[in-house]
Every structure is written in structure tokens, then in C-alpha cells.
């Protein structure tokens, strides 16, 4: 299993360390994948990181508007076919292949779902997630 924390950040054009102590994070994989099962996977982390970026995008940039929000309850899954990542097979892709995301909005209109979901496409996770980004690798 593997252990990361973080603590500060840039953002709103400074660096914030207002967080005293930092957050830790564990991530393992089940027995089956020869991981301790301490933690969720690191595919599972990806999955919640977006959904949880595009749940509270939305209700941050509604809130913003004057939108009132009674709740939301969201859920992801996602399709991998493990022979890619473990190297069993070339031909078969290494990413997920599809990600399904539902928003449950009580008392919201069809049209209100609409546009919150709208809200949620601004997150930045769900952007960096379906638009192409560089990244660059290196050892330190």
C-alpha cells in the first residue's frame, strides 16, 4: 500500500497554510490484486476525486447564483478491463473504458437538473479528466 499527505496549496493567488495539520490519504488494493486491502485503489480515489469535484462544483457555483439546493446524492461507476493494466493482454486499453455518473436532485425540475448538471461539467477535475492535458513524468 502506498501513503501520501497534503497539506498547503496555491489558490485565490496565494499560498494558503492554514491547514495545521495535514491530510492523509491510504491507498492499497484488495487481496486479489496482491494489495493488504487497507484503503481504497487508486482507480476508486480517481472515481470519488471526480465525483466529489463535480457534486460540490455544482452546489458551490448554484449557491453562487441564488439557485437553492435541497441535496444531492450522487454515484460513479466505472469499466477497466484489468488485462490492459496488468500487462496480459497489448491490444486491450490500460484506462477506464466508460464512467456513469447520476445526480439524484429531489425537487428539481427537468430543466433544473439540466442546468445544475451544467454546473457540474465546470469542476476542474471533470475537465481535466475529459480534456487532453500534458503531463510530464520524471524521477527526482
Known amino acids: 500500500h502506498n501513503h501520501s499527505t497534503v497539506q498547503?496549496?496555491?489558490g485565490a493567488?496565494?499560498?494558503d497554510t492554514?491547514?495545521?495539520v495535514p491530510f492523509e490519504f491510504t491507498c492499497d488494493?484488495?487481496?486479489v490484486l496482491l494489495g493488504t486491502n487497507k484503503g481504497a485503489n487508486p482507480g476508486e480515489v480517481l472515481l470519488y476525486g471526480l465525483l466529489a469535484c463535480m457534486t460540490?462544483?455544482?452546489?458551490?457555483?448554484?449557491t453562487a447564483q441564488g439557485i437553492e439546493v435541497?441535496?444531492?446524492s450522487s454515484r460513479i461507476e466505472g469499466d477497466v478491463d484489468l488485462r490492459g493494466f496488468l500487462g496480459l493482454d497489448p491490444e486491450v486499453p490500460k484506462e477506464f473504458s466508460q464512467l456513469r455518473i447520476v445526480f439524484d436532485?429531489?425537487?428539481a425540475t427537468a430543466e433544473q437538473k439540466a442546468m445544475l448538471i451544467g454546473l457540474a461539467q465546470q469542476s476542474p477535475v471533470f475537465n481535466t479528466i475529459t480534456r487532453p492535458v500534458d503531463v510530464q513524468v520524471s524521477a527526482a
Do not use: D, K, S
Not at 56 to 62: D, H, Q, R, Y
Open 8 to 10: 498547503g496549496f496555491y
Open 13 to 15: 493567488c496565494q499560498e
Open 18 to 20: 492554514t491547514r495545521e
Open 29 to 31: 488494493e484488495p487481496f
Open 56 to 62: 460540490t462544483t455544482m452546489v458551490l457555483l448554484a
Open 70 to 72: 435541497e441535496g444531492v
Open 105 to 107: 436532485i429531489p425537487g
